[in-house]
């Protein structure tokens, strides 16, 4: 089909081509120029192997190899939790713990595991921050000491409910526009 539309017509000398387009068209042939000269054979090897010798090859990156974030303040607590590497069920922690750090190693920490002492790489532990209790031995109760201060004593302000409108009573019910009825809270009512 496209080359009757590139032939010239006999009676006119003028393809269909370049009467509708005002041009000729180009033929698949065309695209490559004709006109540059042929390399010989060990030419071109030699440009090949020069060309492929100047190419540099990209830097390997390992997809495999996961990188850990280390916790700084795992050189100073005493007390860490251990990652499981197991397939968990629905709200399983992945952290079991906290133990206590027997002895540290460099890359590993020696820990306490129930009664046995186990070595672990410092990639599955992770700091464990408890808050620091005292056990008051006459009451037999425990406390936080960071989080009660000493000799004070806590004051409980009590909210009394207002009429905005004015009226005294506060015992009268009081409607919205659309007829609700507004109750104030318990804790504001005297």
Same mark, same amino acid.
């Given at each position: ?16 081509? =370049? ?10 042939? &065309? ?7 042929? !390399? #010989?054979?060990? &030419?071109? %090897?030699?440009? @090949? /192997? =020069?060309?492929?010798? #100047?190419?540099?090859s990209k830097s390997f990156i390992h997809r495999d190899s +996961? ?5 700084? *303040? ?14 968990? /069920? ?5 952290? &079991?713990?906290?133990?206590? !750090?027997?002895?540290? $190693?460099? /890359?590993?920490?020696? !820990?306490? $595991?129930? #009664?046995?002492?186990? #070595?672990?790489?410092? *990639?599955? @532990? +992770?700091p464990a921050y408890l808050p620091s209790f005292e056990h ?11 989080d009660v201060p000493k000799n004070t004593t806590t004051k %409980? ?23 609700? @009825?507004? +109750? ?7």
């Amino acid at each position: 089909m496209l080359g009757l539309r590139a032939a010239p017509r006999s009676d006119t000398g003028v393809s269909a081509a =370049e009467l509708t387009f005002g041009r000729t068209l180009r033929l698949p042939g &065309e695209y490559f120029d004709s006109s540059k000269r042929c !390399i #010989n054979d060990e &030419e071109y %090897v030699t440009r @090949l /192997k =020069e060309t492929i010798g #100047n190419l540099k090859s990209k830097s390997f990156i390992h997809r495999d190899s +996961k990188t850990f974030f280390v916790h700084p *303040d795992l050189s100073t607590c005493t007390k860490v939790f251990v990652r499981n590497d197991i397939v968990k /069920k629905s709200l399983q922690s992945p952290y &079991e713990g906290p133990y206590p !750090i027997v002895k540290r $190693l460099g /890359k590993t920490f020696v !820990i306490q $595991l129930n #009664n046995r002492l186990s #070595n672990i790489s410092i *990639d599955r @532990l +992770k700091p464990a921050y408890l808050p620091s209790f005292e056990h008051s031995e006459a009451q037999g109760n425990f406390h936080k000491t960071s989080d009660v201060p000493k000799n004070t004593t806590t004051k %409980v302000k009590k909210v009394r409910f207002q009429d905005v409108s004015g009226n005294s009573n506060p015992t009268q019910t009081k409607t919205t526009r659309s007829g609700r @009825l507004i +109750k104030p809270p318990r804790r504001f009512v005297l």
